[in-house]
């Protein structure tokens, strides 16, 4: 599904138009891309969980060379699934 046809079903299920759904959406994913920037947390009940995941520095390994490489500790955004929204999904 793409943010088109997403943004159509939002439109058709709230019965609003597609102008204020895309609105909606927009908003919504700028308030999460600002929580996880902050570095916190949102939880959405019966949905999951939005986060910020550490990845401790390692060792890697140039594909192209075969030299070993560092990548260095980095955040990266993570979302955890509620328990009754994976059972939905199974």
């Known amino acids: ?9 939002v439109a058709a299920k709230a019965k609003i138009s597609k ?9 919504f994913v700028d308030v999460v891309k600002d929580v996880l920037k902050k570095g916190d947390r ?11 995941a550490r ?3 390692r060792n ?5 060379t075969g030299k070993p490489i560092k990548i260095p500790a980095k955040k ?3 979302f955890s ?6 059972k ?3």
Do not use: Y
Request: net charge positive; charged share 20%.
């Open 55 to 57: 990845r401790k520095a």
């Open 88 to 90: 939905l999904v199974k």
């Open 60 to 64: 890697g390994r140039n594909p192209q």
């Open 42 to 52: 949102l939880s959405l009940v019966g949905f999951g969980t939005f986060g910020v």
């Open 19 to 27: 102008a204020m759904s895309e609105k909606a959406i927009n908003c």
């Open 81 to 86: 699934a509620s328990p009754s929204f994976r």
């Open 76 to 78: 990266v955004p993570k």
């Open 1 to 9: 599904m793409t943010k088109a046809d997403f943004i159509a079903k």
